[in-house]
């Protein structure tokens, strides 16, 4: 009776790396962080990035736009995220996922986007070219 051999085919991993986690902007701003989805395989698998509030998606917090650049991608891939708010934004801690969905796999990643009024400008000295000048005459 002859063997039968069966080659085991490699388990393949992925990664998800995001950098920044965290932004911190003022109604109407925006931030970016990286987004790097590895793999163990030369063989890439079709990924796409989506944000949510549940690992099942449904997008970002209400108010919250969120864009990939690229969205869809073959692991190994690098893209950017952009998130923003409108002026009317209220201010708060809003922490949202990064998902990574393909064949048979799912990665998760914490972001938090923290809006926050800026800070009002108040009467004082002048910062002129870096420095403080109390007092000075301008031309």
Known sequence: MP????????LQTFTLDLNPVMGTIAPGGSASASITVGSSSREGAAVTLQ???????G???A???VS???QLGVA?????????TSL????GVYPFLV?????????????????????TATKGPEAVGGEERIGEETE
Request: hydrophobic share 40%.
């Open 3 to 10: 063997w039968l051999f069966r080659r085991r085919k490699k």
């Open 51 to 57: 944000a949510g509030t549940t690992a099942e998606g």
């Open 59 to 61: 997008g970002p917090p």
């Open 63 to 65: 108010g919250i736009n």
């Open 68 to 70: 990939f650049n690229p």
């Open 76 to 84: 190994p891939f690098s893209s950017v995220m952009n998130v923003s």
């Open 88 to 91: 009317e934004f209220a201010p």
């Open 99 to 119: 998902i990574a969905t393909g064949k048979d796999m799912k990665l998760m990643a914490t972001y938090t986007l923290i809006v926050r009024l800026e800070k």
